[in-house]
């Protein structure tokens, strides 16, 4: 059989996925039976590192997903517009989607899931988290069955590479996004990296998944690591912990369902602190299962382009299998429509860690204590660690704590005279 | 719909297993529509921790092989008979099969799945490698459009928590597998375990999958952990190294197909370092894609059963979407059917760490350096490491070397007077 695709986009993996789909040697045998009729391109001169056939390159992106022989369109435009509109277009058009595109997903995915239920095309996504590794399917098939209780992961390569540089050589946010910047690890515009919205995107897709249900990803909760300090990333170590940007989504049972990115506090003993560079991981727990740990390159034009072509061959594979296309097996489609009633920041329970600069230790301690406790904030520790100039350096450790308690306390703290400031406060997993 | 399921065995994994699809809130809904007519069983009067249904539990393992309205057949009998053959009369019947069974799948998977496929079945098994671990599917279905070069796994829960104990507190292998045979993590009859067969069980089954071709068993190289010592594991530390029991299978593209369980020396920065105690962990490596690894739980009730009911619900969701059964979706089935030329052990290329007993240091060096030499065996390090009595001990770590050579080299070594023995030979990764 001959499967034809089309494909949106030959940036870098595009033409990733162009080069594995054409030298198909070695790899799932499937891969033979793929055929690229179209790419659509914005520029048809401009140099490129793979050979097509003549006449595949097009400008014109609407002829593909309106082209009846196309059975699967693989959007790799990236953004919101014009992926979504293409997208809705090849959907109606009867054709199954293949995207690494989780900004439109997390965004749309509502109206793209119930479009595909209702022509009976599957939307697979495998490559719009963590790249090569493979997460989305295995805990959509496997991992299910389990009452899942937490998803938690080092989802954006960027933020992970910039963390472990500041950690392994002591430098500042800035220092070392500039040079991630010259390197290619982070785009002229960070801002969705470092700011934690890649990241959100992505949690935001693996809670539906995990959980079952449909999440607006601006209720998302989401801070960046734009104010980690080296500092704190010093203390942290001290600690004995390592800061990550994590991606959290928790829930299951009965719970509601918490979902949050920001930089956290990890246990160097925990298997996520050992997750550095642009590599990615995702653990899930759940019961009975336990936790699975799933890690690996989570960006880079191979990577990607495996989960991208992974998913192309799946859908190959299925109708391969089932050319009639009668009901979608619910393993590889969304079964969900309801949307998940968030949990409020101030409600989770989590730890915290928080510096703070004062200039009467003995009187601040006490007073921390005091304050923390009458919030009904247990503490973990109290150290006073450094100094900064004629400021000394106070950092507190709580344990499991409402955030909204933690918050009251700290809205007190802050009036004391003693407290020049408060320059950190990272929640601890 | 309603899809009818028989289950040969209720020990540990059968009854995780039954638990799992009796209490199905907060999992894959699929499972609501699961049901389990009948289970097999040796002893129909022995307590049970889970509740059927009265009338499910049978001594006829046969009746349900036989019964026209089980869809599926869960097999968990372990062993090879009569769970091969009731695995083929099912198959012979219609049956879709979930299997946790590698021995027989290692064994008998050319026979079971020839059968498979004239009969137009699925032979599932996930929970037959690394217990909870999705490692098959992401396998066979994400992975492979890859070119895969490397599967590396520590696939036998029960020497890794022996080898961690040895390790954590300087124990000997014999204490330590005594007290593990207390606590339940090895068997009275730890062969299997602890001399390899069982993972080579396991990686005959990736090795397939991962390079598509079929492997004799009895072909596989297979060295235990008996003969690793307390003092290898010290020394190892010192160098670097930890020791893990590693199942390794590398080849592609043209290359022949090696494929080896023996203990192995890992750099302790390597991520196969860390998985530690009772967990598995199976690290891929393919073009254009990299290193992924999958970890987590590789053996226990809830760990397997949670795979095991992920292949249950994985054929509900194929039947559901596909109710005329016309071709399999090679994705889930077995498409090879050649076998695999093994690379014989003496021409693997692997590092050594090699300990020598010996009574005349300054000589020996001298002559160790030059022997091997003669054999094209390059070193990276010889080291007077410690006494034993009045023998001086001496660490030799090559670097990559023809296995053949070395031996030859080795072979020669033995024959010199100051040599007073060699008392351990262990691969380094």
Chains 1, 2 share one sequence.
Not at 176 to 203: C, F, H, M, R
Not at 305 to 322: C, E, H, Q, T
Not at 365 to 391: M, P
Request: hydrophobic residues 45%.
């Amino acid at each position: 059989m001959v499967f034809t695709i089309g494909l949106l986009g030959l940036g870098t993996v595009g033409t990733g996925t162009a080069e594995i789909i054409l030298d198909s040697e070695g790899r799932n045998p499937l891969l033979q039976e793929i055929k690229i009729k179209q790419v659509g391109v914005n520029n048809l001169e401009k140099p490129r590192s793979v050979t097509l056939d003549p006449g595949v390159l097009t400008t014109d992106l609407e002829s593909i997903v309106n082209d009846p022989e196309i059975e699967i369109v693989v959007e790799l435009l990236g953004g919101l517009e014009p992926a979504r509109s293409l997208i809705l277009t090849a959907i109606r058009n009867g054709k199954h989607i293949v995207t690494a595109n989780k900004a439109v997903i997390a965004r749309y995915g509502d109206e793209i899931y119930t479009a595909a239920n209702q022509a009976g095309v599957y939307v697979l996504l495998e490559a719009a988290v963590a790249g090569g590794i493979p997460v989305i399917k295995p805990l959509k098939q496997s991992l299910g069955v389990n009452r899942i209780t937490s998803v938690i992961g080092i989802i954006n390569g960027t933020t992970n590479y910039i963390l472990t540089k500041m950690s392994t050589e002591g430098l500042d946010f800035a220092d070392v996004l500039a040079e991630a910047q010259e390197l290619g690890y982070a785009e002229a515009d960070p801002t969705a990296d470092v700011d934690g919205g890649d990241a959100a995107d992505k949690i935001s897709i693996l809670a539906a998944i995990a959980f079952g249900e449909r999440v607006k990803r601006e209720e998302i909760s989401c801070e960046g690591i734009r104010q980690i300090s080296a500092t704190d990333i010093s203390y942290a170590e001290d600690l004995g912990f390592v800061v990550k940007l994590l991606a959290i989504a928790k829930g299951g049972m009965g719970q509601s369902l918490q979902i949050r990115v920001h930089p956290t506090l990890v246990s160097q003993d925990h298997p996520l602190a050992n997750v550095n560079g642009v590599n990615n991981a995702v653990l899930v727990e759940g019961d009975p299962l336990g936790q699975v740990m799933l890690s690996g390159p989570g960006a880079g034009k191979g990577a990607t382009a495996s989960a991208v072509v992974s998913d192309i061959v799946n859908v190959a594979g299925i109708l391969k299998s089932n050319s009639q296309g009668k009901d979608l097996d619910p393993h590889l489609s969304c079964n969900h429509d309801n949307y998940a009633q968030l949990m409020p920041l101030a409600e989770i329970t989590t730890r915290f860690y928080t510096r703070f600069l004062c200039n009467d230790v003995p009187g601040v301690i006490g007073y921390l204590g005091t304050c923390f406790g009458k919030h009904d904030v247990s503490l973990e520790s109290i150290v006073q660690i450094g100094f900064q100039e004629d400021l000394a350096e106070i950092v507190v450790v709580t344990h499991d704590v409402k955030e909204g308690d933690f918050r009251q306390a700290l809205a007190e703290i802050e009036n004391l005279d003693a407290i020049a400031s408060i320059p950190s406060i990272i929640r601890v997993l």
